[in-house]
C-alpha cells in the first residue's frame, strides 16, 4: 500500500487554511461534494504540489441490501481518475432502505446507518464489494463505522465481521479509531479486542476525529476536538501496526487553523508513541544472567517435545493466533500463512437473492421506526431509536439549510420549526436537494408562510428550480435580493 503520512479532510471552508498548513502530506475530499469536470481550484493547486487527493464516498450504501448504484460507481470512478487518486473509499454501511426488494417505498437515511453483523449482511457486502471493486480503476477501501445502536442476534463481533471480508474480498480496510471509541461508549464494545481481531496487513489508512457525549451517548460529530480517548486508540494501533497514513476529520464548527495544526500534532505525537511501544517490544532489554548456585544446573530446554495435545503452540504469532480463533469462530480453516481461507462464495449455492431479501426487509423496517415513526423493530432498544430518530432529523434541517440556504434566510427563526415538524410526517426519499424542495412545496401547500411577501418570495424560489429548467437566467441573484428585501423589512 502507498503511504500517505499526514492527512486532514478537505472542506471548502478550511480550503485556504489546508494549502498553507505545513506537514500535511494528503488530503480527502467527500467525493459527492465534487465535480469531476469542474474541480476547486484548491485541489488542483494541492495536486500541482505533489499533495495526494483521496475521493471519500458516503452514500453508496454497500451494506445496503441492493446491489451497488451503476450511476453512483461510475461518479466515483469518475473522481478518482480526475484525482489521479491512488486508491478511493467508502463506508460499511446503509443509507437506504426499502424499493422492489420489499414492495415499499424508497426511503432514504441521509445519515450512515450500522450493518447487522450477521451471516446475511457478510454475505450480501462481499458481493457488493466485488462489484464496486470490478467497477473502480483503482483499490478500494472501506471504513467502519460509528453507531447509536446496536442490531439484535448479531453472530460476530466488529473485528470478526471485518476479518471476514477483508479475507474474502481482498478489500482494503479504511480504520476509524473514533468510531471504534463511539462504539466502546454507545455499545460497550472493547476497541483492544476490535484491533487484535483486525486483519491489520489489509490497513490502507486510519481516521481521527472529535465528537461529544450527551445524556450517555457519544455523537461522533466531527465538529469537537479529538479526545484523549481517541489518541489513546490510534496509539494502540500504531503500536500494533506501522498505519500508512492518519487524517483528521472535521467537518462542521472549525476552528483557526493554529488548533487545527495542533492537532495534528496532539495525532503525530499519537502515533510515535505506539511506534515507541513497538521497538520496545521488539527490542527488549537483557535479562539479567542469573548466578549460578549450588546444585544441578537447570535444563535449559525443560520440555523439548511438548504434548502436541496439551501444548500444541506454547508461544504461539499473535497474528496467527488471532487468525486461528476467528477461523474457528467462523468455521474456515486456517491457512498457512495463519489467516482463514477464503469462504465459500453464496452465489455458488443459490445466490444472495434470499440473504439479500431477509436484510432488506430488517433494514426497511429499522430505517422507517427512524424516519417514518412506525414502531421499533423488535430485539431494538426504543430509547436509542428516538435518540437516532432526533439525530437524523436535525442532520436533514442542518443539511438542507446548506443546500437551500436561502431557506433559512427567507424563514428566519422559523426554518427549523418548521423542517422539523415537516420531517416527522414526510421521510426522505430522495436527496436533500429534493428535500429541500418538498419541504417548500409542502410549507406552500399547507397556506405557511403567513407573511404574503415572504411567501411569494418562497413561491419563486420553488418554482425556479422545482422545473426542468430555472424560469429565469440569474435565479440565484434574484432570490438572493429577495432575500435581502426580506431582511431589510423585519
Known sequence: MERLGTGIGWRPEIADAVEEMPGVDWVEAVAENVCPTHLPESLLRLRRRGVTVVPHGVSLGLGGADRPDEGRLTALAERAQALGSPLVTEHIAFVRAGGVLTASP??????????????????????????????????????NIAALLAWPDEELTEGQFLYELADRT????????????????????????????????????????????????????HAHPVPRPVLDILTDLASRVAPPGVLLERDENFPEPA??????????????????TARRAADPAPAPTPTPGPGPAPDPDPDPDPDPILDPDPDPDPATATATATATATGQAPDAGGRGAPGPDPRAAGGTGPARQRLALAQTSLLSALVAGTPAPEGFDRVRIGVQARSLAA????????????????????????????????????????????????????GGPR??????????????????????RRPAVRVARAAQRVLLRR
Open 451 to 472: 407573511n404574503l411577501g415572504i411567501r411569494r418570495e418562497l413561491r419563486e424560489w420553488w418554482l425556479d428550480r422545482s422545473g426542468p429548467a430555472p424560469r429565469s
Open 106 to 143: 424508497r426511503l432514504e437515511a441521509g445519515h450512515l446507518l450500522p450493518v447487522p453483523r450477521t451471516r446475511d449482511a457478510l454475505d450480501v457486502l462481499c458481493e457488493n464489494v466485488r462489484i464496486a471493486q470490478e467497477a473502480l480503476p483503482v483499490p478500494l477501501a472501506v471504513e
Open 395 to 446: 442532520k436533514r434541517a442542518d443539511v438542507v439549510a446548506k443546500v437551500a440556504p436561502e431557506l433559512p434566510v427567507l424563514l428566519g427563526e422559523g426554518y427549523r420549526t418548521a423542517f422539523l415538524a415537516y420531517a416527522q410526517r414526510h421521510p426522505m426519499t430522495g436527496g436533500y436537494r429534493q428535500d429541500a424542495l418538498d419541504f417548500t412545496e409542502s410549507l406552500l401547500l399547507a
Open 259 to 276: 488548533e487545527l495544526e495542533r492537532e495534528l500534532a496532539a495525532i503525530g505525537t499519537a502515533v510515535e508513541s505506539g511506534r515507541t
Open 170 to 221: 481482498g478489500v482494503r480496510l479504511l480504520i476509524d479509531v473514533a468510531n471504534l471509541h463511539t462504539n466502546h461508549v454507545n455499545r460497550g464494545e472493547d476497541p483492544a479486542r476490535a484491533l487484535a481481531e483486525l486483519p491489520l496487513e489489509a490497513l490502507a489508512y486510519v481516521h481521527v476525529a472529535g465528537g461529544l457525549e450527551r445524556d450517555g451517548v457519544w455523537h461522533d460529530s
